[in-house]
């Protein structure tokens, strides 16, 4: 067999059984792949996990269909410890063909608590390792060894030198892969026995992405210097290598030629940022160029166009995994931060900068050119993987509900303390990244970790926020699925539903400067150990404006400039909170493609989407916008069929200009996920 997915998709013949119960406590069902695969045969998959929730999206979906003699291919799936399936229903039990996988007997010669501790994403590089290196029984620390060698590259005993070293980081770092820690310990225990990385802050760098590269940011101005000064010794001599937070190598290589091919990625992409320097004329005309500042706008001109020219080559395809895409729309949004910047300096570009034949007007074609092209990728390749999202591992998160779950799991490890939710509606990925550049110049000593995870669709906040509230797909809330009044109490549900009690639960509404003195007293009450924060302000300037994006940005960067974020971080910091921040969904700007005259048969008119009670009513206007998608009812209620706008346009008049959201762009489902604690 030529991939482990042909072990499980083997036992999945359609129309054998109408109900076939899984154990599956490696949670392998649940991998995308193995998902579409399964929804491509005809497979439905339930998930046992919470009784109740489970009984009424059984009941309310297929038992129905098997009351009526219709035939269906139902998979149960339960992430027992062990093969055991007891624990479901008895009624099921009776009629359901029973299977089971495990991570075990795929790989059966590698250490069982070793490879569970991988993501799925990792396993095909470890079956194809197994296929064409065919080992013997191997225990712990051999496994470990084998897996950071043929699924991570990592040869220890070929870094020798820094260099060896930090080009390792920089690959695994700049490609986002997360090594388990069960793996990095092994790793950085194999680099200890190196005496060159003995003063080496390698338990931060090596397993902290966000840590690797303040280490590499700290030190860029200390190697400009000696490249400027000829000698490293002058480094000392002005005492640029004092107080580092990180410690280790002063001067980094970064002209290594391992090194240096990613260095103007990182600055691109936001990962590094340029620094001042007293000779950066000298330095312009030099290959570190991207790292200086030179004139703020001929350097995000240049930026711009070198990002758009760096991503052309890279946008996933539809058989891309949802990592692929999440990495992908961080660089998306800083295109999009650095195009509306540049509108009003385009004339600049044409005499200053070598922009070829894309002068002024160029670089704006350029832009529609590629987010063309990632819309018709983005939308090809969601329509075709959304439906394995909902059920991935909640650590790390992938979806917006999974968010409660990966806090509750955050507090169940360390025993006791305290979290935070803060939801700011309708912040988009290139929003976040204006708040986070006025915050970190507020605030730069604070550590921020961000990614990007994907909101529900239809992307609107009684859908994808009350998801995110409630830790649970949209099916299970089909009463308020049109309102947001029910949030609270799914918010304080989940969290009694995991073992806590009401008294250490809050969520507080509309949070702005007038109600952070609310905040202030609730967390006051030691009691509380679970806060979920709305801050609709974001929300509000985008329903507001009508001056585009860039009009938006310049509302949003104003806003943080104020300065009310940091100040709400700082008071929740302040009382031992872990913040968790994020979005319920992003937005666009959308052009007009006409208004439905359809009165009072939809349950939502949103600009970019319509819901319908039943598929007739979708199909009357689906007539008439025959570019409109019929969006499936993947994780939504029997009676919520939404109708999406097309490509980047809106359900208003023909022509008018509006930020809106609710449709499928990537701009619009993907939102950020950002942690944030004391160091």
């Known amino acids: 067999m030529n991939s482990w997915r042909d072990h499980i998709l083997k036992e999945f013949t359609p129309q054998i059984a109408r109900l076939t119960l899984v154990a599956d406590p490696d949670g392998l069902l649940t991998e995308e792949g193995i998902v579409v695969a399964l929804r491509e045969r005809g497979f439905e998959l339930l998930e046992f996990d919470d009784p109740v929730a489970f009984r009424f999206s059984y009941e309310s979906k297929y038992r129905s269909l098997w009351d009526r003699g219709e035939i269906t291919d139902l998979v149960v799936i339960l992430r027992s410890a062990t093969d055991d399936l007891s624990s479901l229903p008895y009624d099921f039990l009776c009629v359901g063909r029973k299977l089971s996988f495990n991570l075990g007997e795929l790989f059966p010669n590698l250490s069982y608590p070793v490879i569970m501790s991988l993501d799925h994403n990792n396993l095909d590089a470890l079956y194809q390792a197994q296929i064409r290196y065919k080992p013997e029984k191997l225990g712990d620390n051999a496994t470990k060894d084998f897996i950071l060698r043929h699924v991570f590259e990592i040869a220890p005993e070929l870094i020798k030198q820094p260099p060896d070293l930090l080009r390792v980081l920089l690959r695994l770092h700049y490609r986002e892969q997360r090594i388990p820690s069960i793996l990095d310990e092994r ?42 000064q000829g000698e490293t010794a002058i480094v ?31 600055f691109l992409e936001g990962m590094l940022h340029p620094v001042q320097h007293p000779k950066s004329d000298m330095l312009s005309k030099m290959w570190v160029v991207s ?61 200053q900068l070598d922009f070829k034949s ?18 018709k990728a983005f939308l090809c390749w969601i329509q075709k993987r959304y439906g394995g999202l909902y059920n991935q591992p909640p650590v790390p998160p992938v979806m917006v509900h999974h968010i409660p779950r990966a806090m509750e799991r955050y507090m169940r490890s360390i025993g006791r303390g305290k ?79 995991h073992g806590f009690t009401q008294t250490e639960i809050a969520y507080v509404k509309g949070v702005n400067e007038t109600k952070i003195n609310a905040v202030d007293e609730i967390t006051s009450d030691q009691r509380i150990r679970i806060l979920g924060l709305i801050v609709d302000t974001v929300d509000k300037i985008m329903h507001g404006m009508e001056l585009g994006l860039a009009g938006m940005h310049n509302q949003v960067r104003q806003w943080a400039k104020e300065g009310f974020l940091g100040k709400l971080i700082d ?29 009072s048969i939809a349950d939502v008119r949103g600009e970019r989407v319509r819901i319908y009670p039943n598929s007739i009513l979708r199909k009357t206007t689906k007539e008439k916008f025959p570019e409109a998608i019929e969006w499936p009812q993947i994780g939504l209620p029997q009676d919520y069929l939404p109708l999406l706008a097309p490509d980047r346009a809106a359900f208003i008049h023909t022509g008018e200009q509006i930020i809106a959201h609710g449709g499928i762009s990537l701009e619009e489902v993907t939102v950020p996920y950002v942690q944030i604690e004391r160091s």
């Open 187 to 228: 790793f950085i225990y194999l680099l200890r026995q190196n005496k060159y990385f003995d003063a080496w802050p390698l338990e931060r760098v090596a397993s902290d992405r966000e840590a690797f590269f303040e280490f590499l940011q700290e030190r860029w101005p200390i190697f400009l210097e000696g490249l400027t």
């Open 236 to 266: 000392s001599e002005k005492g640029l290598a004092d107080n580092l937070k990180y410690p280790g190598l002063p001067v980094i290589p970064f002209d290594h030629d391992d090194i240096r091919i990613y260095i103007d990625n990182l």
């Open 291 to 351: 790292g200086i500042q030179v004139d703020p706008e001929l350097d995000t001109l240049r930026r711009l166009q070198k990002l758009m020219k760096s991503i052309e080559g890279s946008i996933p395809d539809s058989e891309g995994k949802h990592q692929d895409w999440l990495i992908f729309a961080h660089r998306w949004a800083e295109v999009i931060v650095l195009f509306y910047q540049t509108e009003k300096y385009v004339e600049l570009a044409s005499s």
């Open 358 to 375: 894309r002068q002024d007007a160029g670089t704006t074609n350029q832009f529609q050119i590629l987010q063309e092209r990632i819309d």
């Open 419 to 497: 979290v935070a939710l803060i939801l700011i509606d309708g912040m988009a990925f290139d929003s976040w990244l204006v708040i986070r550049e006025e915050f970190v110049k507020q605030r730069p000593q604070l550590p921020i970790r961000e990614r990007a995870i994907f909101g529900w669709i239809p992307t609107i906040t009684s859908v994808s926020r009350q998801a995110a509230f409630a830790g649970k797909p949209p099916i299970y809330f089909p009463n308020s699925i049109n309102t947001t009044e029910r949030e609270p109490v799914l918010w304080s549900q989940f969290w009694m539903d």
């Open 571 to 599: 008071l929740l910091l302040e009382r031992n909170y872990k913040i968790f921040l994020t979005s319920d969904h992003g937005s666009i700007e959308a052009k007009g493609c006409g208004r439905p005259t359809e009165g």
